[in-house]
């Protein structure tokens, strides 16, 4: 029998691990953990809640969780992410929503960019540019991306989980 | 409607659930409840319980099973569990341990 791809079609919920050594396409949604030796593809519709670790992944849809892959991480123009990024190389499309941060192997840098313990135990404020509280929906304050069209963020209601997700931006607000 | 496809490499440890069929061909722990039909290929190994339309098993399922419809066992099919479902076809060369129940009147 052939070996058919692996699909998590729409309308269907998969709640915990998955992992493998294949690619998967994911059309409908995983809460929890995603542990990949192959490339990651979210469909439009997609829904990912988890830390995902992957050859390589495409995100076409919404995906809270931090990302690490070995290759790619490519956020089209649909995708909506909340996470931490790390990769040796990203791409983000126009029209792509997203806040985090992004480590590309490989790019010194002079701030410890790898957890977020470090930021939370410092004193000074890094309460840059934040005027409302914590669902701060606008990815574009976050990073000094490719800006992503906040036009296209917010025709959905936002990121949902953004309050909960973020480690180093939402410690300074519950003080 | 496209089914799920879960790869004979892939291990899922949770919960499956959806409107969509699914086809195991990788290893599941933990429950699957689906509306659709569930087909277990050789290759696939369940332990979850399964509630889903239909449930066909060619490979290994260790699990209660509830289905609507339908539960085959394959020759080549293994099923440890009870198994409650209006029909049931038990192919010659399957293995099968637990209970049948066939009276899905609620």
């Given at each position: 029998m052939a070996q058919a791809p692996?699909?998590?079609?729409?309308?269907?919920?998969?709640?915990?691990?998955?992992?493998?050594?294949?690619?998967?396409?994911?059309?409908?949604?995983?809460?929890?953990?995603?542990?990949?030796?192959?490339?990651?593809?979210?469909?439009?519709?997609?829904?990912?809640?988890?830390?995902?670790?992957?050859?390589?992944?495409?995100?076409?849809?919404?995906?809270?969780?931090?990302?690490?892959?070995?290759?790619i991480i490519h956020l089209f123009s649909s995708a909506k992410v909340i996470g931490d990024l790390t990769a040796a190389q990203v791409v983000i499309d126009d029209g792509a929503a997203y806040r985090g941060m992004i480590t590309m192997e490989g790019v010194e840098g002079d701030k410890a960019s790898s957890g977020s313990g470090t930021r939370r135990s410092a004193p000074a404020p890094r309460r840059t540019t934040r005027p409302t509280s914590r669902t701060s929906k606008r990815p574009a304050q976050a990073e000094p991306e490719p800006d992503p069209k906040p036009a296209k963020a917010e025709s959905e209601p936002a990121l949902p989980a953004a309050a909960g997700k973020k480690k180093k931006v939402s410690a300074k607000k519950r003080k | 409607m496209a089914n799920s496809v879960i790869g004979s490499s892939?291990?899922?440890?949770?919960?499956?659930?959806?409107?969509?069929?699914?086809?195991?061909?990788?290893?599941?722990?933990?429950?699957?409840?689906?509306?659709?039909?569930?087909?277990?290929?050789?290759?696939?190994?369940?332990?979850?319980?399964?509630?889903?339309?239909?449930?066909?098993?060619?490979?290994?399922?260790?699990?209660?099973?509830?289905?609507?419809?339908?539960?085959?066992?394959?020759a080549e099919g293994k099923i440890v569990g009870d198994v409650k479902s209006p029909r049931i076809l038990i192919a010659d060369g399957a293995l099968f341990k637990g209970n049948i129940d066939m009276d899905v009147g609620r």
């Open positions: 692996t699909v998590i079609a729409a309308n269907t919920v998969v709640s915990g691990g998955l992992q493998g050594a294949e690619d998967v396409e994911v059309l409908g949604r995983i809460q929890g953990s995603v542990q990949l030796d192959g490339h990651l593809t979210m469909g439009k519709d997609a829904r990912i809640d988890a830390d995902v670790v992957a050859t390589s992944v495409e995100v076409e849809g919404v995906l809270v969780g931090n990302i690490t892959a070995k290759g | 892939i291990v899922i440890d949770g919960e499956i659930s959806g409107d969509e069929g699914l086809i195991v061909q990788g290893t599941i722990k933990g429950r699957v409840q689906v509306s659709g039909g569930v087909f277990v290929e050789n290759s696939g190994q369940l332990e979850a319980d399964v509630e889903a339309e239909s449930v066909e098993v060619g490979g290994s399922l260790v699990g209660n099973v509830v289905a609507s419809s339908r539960v085959e066992i394959k």
